[in-house]
Nanobody, 116 residues
Framework: QVQLVESGGGLVQPGGSLRLSCAAS????????MSWYRQAPGKERDLVAT????????NYADSVKGRFTISRDNAKNTVYLQMNSLKPEDTAVYYC?????????WGQGTQVTVSS
């Protein structure tokens, strides 16, 4: 049974930091690209960051470059998103995604709210 379980969301003040985690199970984690997406109310789900099977290869949305860092630990089957200098516009539900050539899996999401 495939599972992606996100954690680490919450309420944070502007300028603060959060670290999201996504624990994966039920598939060959190291064979998948792992991404974080986010969806704000009334908006489409957007790609935030990707770490490819090579953990040194990453990609970021322009809006988060220099503030967010994605990483993976294949020994723990976990992907992380370190979010610094958070802004109110980062408020959204953040989703973990696992993608291979043949399969695409999603987590249930974790809420991140940036507000004073």
């Amino acid at each position: 049974q495939v599972q992606l379980v996100e954690s680490g969301g919450g309420l944070v003040q502007p300028g603060g930091s959060l670290r999201l985690s996504c624990a994966a199970s039920g598939f060959s984690f190291s064979s998948y690209s792992m991404s974080w997406y986010r969806q704000a109310p009334g908006k489409e789900r957007d790609l935030v960051a990707t770490v490819f099977r090579n953990p040194y290869m990453t990609n970021y949305a322009d809006s988060v470059k220099g503030r967010f860092t994605i990483s993976r630990d294949n020994a723990k089957n976990t992907v992380y998103l370190q979010m610094n200098s958070l802004k109110p516009e980062d408020t959204a539900v953040y989703y973990c995604n696992a993608e291979s050539r043949w399969w695409d899996y999603w987590g249930q999401g974790t809420q991140v709210t940036v507000s004073s």
